[in-house]
């Protein structure tokens, strides 16, 4: 069974900088493109960047372009979220989410989410 560990959240003042990491478990991990994802209180959840499995093609949300970084590491089964110029509207639960081979912006289309990890801006 596959399971996501997301770690790295915590509380930053504007301008700061968080790196989020996300620990696979279960399965082959450089068959899956993996994304990050956030949810604000009273949203949907939102797509923020996505990586291919090979690590060689990104995909950012507009808002975060320049700002956060995704990269992975397969020999370690890990995703990261570096997180840079952080904003009090980058406040959210971020979550990363495994899809079977291929990148997507939509969060349906992903087959599994770890639990979250809580990133507060102050401003």
């Known amino acids: 069974q596959v399971q996501l560990v997301e770690s790295g959240g915590g509380l930053v003042q504007a301008g700061g900088s968080l790196r989020l990491s996300c620990a696979y478990s279960g399965g082959t991990f450089s068959s899956y493109a993996m994304g990050w994802f956030r949810q604000a209180p009273g949203k949907e959840r939102e797509f923020v960047a996505t990586?291919?499995?090979?690590?060689?093609?990104?995909y950012y949300v507009d808002s975060v372009k320049g700002r956060f970084t995704i990269s992975r590491d397969n020999a370690k089964n890990t995703v990261y979220l570096q997180m840079n110029s952080l904003k009090p509207e980058d406040t959210a639960i971020y979550y990363c989410?495994?899809?079977?081979?291929?990148?997507?912006?939509?969060?349906?289309?992903?087959?599994?989410w770890g639990q979250g990890t809580q990133v507060t801006v102050s401003s």
């Open positions: 990586i291919t499995w090979s690590g060689d093609s990104t």
């Open positions: 989410g495994a899809r079977l081979y291929s990148t997507s912006s939509y969060p349906d289309e992903y087959d599994y």
